[in-house]
């Protein structure tokens, strides 16, 4: 579970054409009220845990708010975070960065033309400021804070021409040993239109991702989340998985708990294609991922797939057409992603749970749970069963 607060909600000083937030955007639905430091800390005493900054671009957040915020998270938590897209950051960020022990992610697509992408109005205007992204990440380093990225892969920055330069890249930082990890993003779009001009076919999705994964056995320090993930709850162990592979009610966003600058709770953003802010429910449903458990593969559910327990269907966000009631379009990049760990366990010895004779019993254990409105933990509610059979 993460806490996401959002003090300047979508606003933000790029315009990245695959950005998710977008419908909101359009709809108008912007934060009208000035942001309150007040609210959002009582909002923040009342989900309780370590938060972080969010956006749109949260350093477009006043600096004594920002002061305000981490200080109160370092008395509570002794650590910050934020994620920012890092051409905002000055010295004066700098020094709250050290100061409260924030944990700084930048949303960056790669050096130089790889990060075309992140439009700042013109192509001048974005090189410019891809440099200063750059320049943010090296001084972050020189001053030991902890830094990791967000990357998201299509056609500017991982085409066969291109890949080989997003993978220097990280060699580069991995070589410093001063960058912790990095999320890698399939693209994920709100409309036709951007799909077309920037997203990667299934098969090259599958072929990136699998050169990253060969990657990271070269790595020193730099992990990438989706790999660990997969690799994890193939062998039952979800405590610690990011969100897209839970199972996520998108009224609920359980995952994620946002707070607005008013202190208002909201959703992951992801899940807002309509363009409106749903409130958040207090109660979190399970309907997707029995329907998605019942519903064949070729009218969009997961029915028969021997991965469904650890995949889920994915990220609601990424639903076929839209809609989140339907498995990820991403499914064929995760079936052979984890088609790829699995045969890695066999070849070592290891039997994933896809090969369990157990899967079966597991599936209708959690299938149970979810028919009851509960949240299945395979690592601490499934195992306990099993091993008392």
Not at 210 to 223: G, H, P, V, Y
């Amino acid at each position: 579970m993460s806490i996401e607060v959002s003090p300047v909600g979508v606003t933000c000083n790029l315009s990245c054409p695959y950005c998710y937030e977008h419908p909101i955007r359009e709809a108008g639905n912007f934060n009208e009220k000035p942001y309150d430091l007040t609210k959002m800390i009582q909002g923040l005493e009342k989900e309780g845990g370590y938060f972080s900054l969010f956006g749109g671009e949260p350093l477009l957040t006043d600096i004594e708010t920002l002061e305000g915020l981490w200080k109160y998270g370092y008395d509570k938590f002794q650590k910050n975070g934020i994620q920012t897209n890092g051409t905002l950051i000055k010295e004066e960020h700098i020094e709250l960065f050290k100061k409260y022990n924030v944990h700084v992610g930048i949303s960056v697509d790669g050096p130089d033309e790889l990060n075309d992408a992140r439009w700042a109005g013109s192509l001048e205007e974005t090189r410019r400021r891809t440099k200063m992204s750059m320049n943010a990440i090296e001084k972050l380093c020189n001053e030991n804070i902890g830094t990791s990225f967000i990357v998201t892969l299509h056609k500017l920055n991982a085409t066969p021409e291109k890949l080989p330069k997003l993978k220097e890249w990280f060699r580069y930082w991995d070589n410093t040993g001063r960058i912790s990890g990095a999320r890698l993003h399939i693209l994920e779009v709100e409309y036709d239109s951007i799909n077309e001009a920037l997203a990667l076919t299934d098969d090259r999705n599958v072929e990136i991702m699998l050169e990253m994964a060969q990657l990271e056995t070269e790595l020193k320090t730099i992990k990438f989340d989706i790999f660990r993930d997969i690799k994890d709850i193939l062998l039952g162990e979800d405590l610690n998985v990011t969100c897209t592979f839970r199972e996520c009610d998108p009224f609920t966003t359980d995952a994620v708990k946002g707070i607005t600058g008013q202190g208002e709770r909201q959703n992951c953003g992801r899940t807002n294609k309509e363009g409106i802010n749903f409130l958040k429910s207090d109660d979190r449903g399970y309907e997707r991922q029995m329907a998605l458990y019942n519903t064949p593969q070729e009218y969009g559910g997961c029915k028969d797939c021997r991965f469904f327990i650890m995949c889920k269907g994915q990220c609601p966000g990424t639903g076929i057409k839209y809609d989140w009631r339907n498995k990820t379009d991403k499914c064929e990049m995760y079936f052979k992603l984890f088609e790829h760990f699995e045969k890695k366990y066999e070849e070592a010895g290891v039997l994933p749970l896809s090969k369990s004779p157990e899967l079966k019993r597991i599936e209708s254990l959690m299938y149970n749970y979810w028919s009851q409105q509960k949240r299945c933990s395979i690592q601490n509610n499934i195992f306990p069963i099993l091993s008392s059979y």
